[in-house]
């Protein structure tokens, strides 16, 4: 059940190793998957590892180098 945890922007901030102002703007505009609860951005763990899996898979079709 872990994993369908709901986290704040700062979680994903932490998460990602990015500033808040970053998860913000990312999630406006919908790079990263996150739904409102009055007014406050939250996201899903799940959507959020999801996220991160498939921007590896990108970055490697890109031949990017990490």
Same mark, same amino acid.
């Given at each position: 059940?872990?994993? &369908?945890?709901? #986290? +704040?922007? +700062?979680?994903? @901030? @932490? #998460? #990602? +190793?990015?500033?808040? !102002? *970053?998860?913000?703007?990312?999630? =406006?505009? /919908?790079e990263l998957p996150?739904? !409102?609860? /009055?007014?406050? $951005? /939250?996201?899903s763990k799940k &959507?959020? &590892? /999801? $996220?991160?899996?498939? =921007? +590896? *898979?990108?970055? =490697?079709?890109l031949g990017g180098?990490?």
């Open positions: 059940m872990q994993n &369908d945890e709901v #986290l +704040k922007i +700062k979680d994903v @901030a @932490a #998460l #990602l +190793k990015i500033g808040e !102002k *970053t998860v913000y703007s990312m999630t =406006q505009s /919908r996150g739904f !409102k609860v /009055r007014g406050q $951005w /939250r996201f &959507d959020i &590892d /999801r $996220w991160i899996e498939k =921007q +590896k *898979t990108s970055s =490697q079709n180098h990490q």
